[in-house]
């Protein structure tokens, strides 16, 4: 299992490394999260041992599980890329640098609320739905300036950039054109110049499709099947809308 690990992890650095090259970027300008939902504590284990130390989690119960018997790998840095309910934020405040999933002003009203009692702030990423597929969490499109700006008057939150989930089972094309189009929203936030937000990081691309993402300017690509295998449950379970439980 651990040569598996380790070869996949050389295929996708490699593969990184190509887009990279082929749209003129720096390999060092693009971070590999590994994501982590339903991967066991052995297959962490052997990704670190690897020289991996940024990891992502889509559910609040699995990162408050994994979170304790991670500790003694103090260089590993964990980051919440699913969709987070405002009744979690509790526990994943606790655990994380970054958020990646903040997808509605009620969200940023919970972190604010819970932040301003821990005396913190929390660096986070604005998620956008550039697919408009009604399956998938994230503000649309035409909302994204508005919403940055309620976000930007908490001032326990960094808003660090945007997160989006590609066209799932699409062609090359269709997907380039939800991270192109995160890109163009990067731009026009970029030009509001709202007070303590930074637009520096891209969070897009997936097993599937993060050589596109990379050719588009992703600056945290999220993969998981690719370096620890096919996990047992479908992507409907971390994307469906239905999931929602408080809002």
């Not at 749209?23 to 939902?37: C, H, M, Q, Y």
């Not at 990891?55 to 840095?77: C, S, T």
């Amino acid at each position: 299992m651990g040569h598996l690990i380790e070869e996949n992890l050389e295929t996708v650095k490699q593969q990184m490394k190509l887009a990279c090259q082929a749209s003129g970027r720096k390999i060092e300008d693009v971070k590999l999260l590994l994501a982590t939902k339903t991967v066991p504590l052995e297959k962490l284990q052997i990704a670190i041992q690897a020289g991996e130390v940024l990891f992502g989690e889509n559910k609040a119960q699995e990162l408050r599980d994994k979170f304790p018997l991670m500790q003694q790998y103090n260089q590993v840095e964990w980051h919440f890329i699913g969709h987070l309910q405002t009744n979690k934020v509790k526990d994943v405040v606790k655990y994380v640098t970054l958020i990646h999933s903040v997808d509605r002003l009620k969200l940023g009203q919970a972190l604010h609320h819970q932040l301003v009692k821990e005396n913190r702030t929390m660096d986070i990423l604005v998620q956008i739905n550039t697919s408009y597929e009604e399956s998938k969490f994230g503000a649309s499109p035409e909302s994204a300036l508005a919403l940055v700006e309620q976000l930007s008057q908490f001032e326990t939150l960094n808003v660090k950039g945007l997160m989006t989930i590609g066209k799932l089972n699409a062609t090359n094309e269709e997907t380039r054109h939800c991270f192109r189009l995160l890109k163009q929203i990067q731009s026009q936030i970029m030009e509001e110049k709202f007070p303590r937000v930074e637009m520096d990081i891209l969070s897009m691309g997936m097993s599937g499709d993060f050589k596109v993402a990379i050719e588009e300017g992703a600056t945290i690509i999220r993969v998981g099947t690719s370096v620890f295998g096919q996990r047992y449950l479908p992507d409907g379970y971390y994307w469906n809308e239905h999931a929602r439980q408080d809002d």
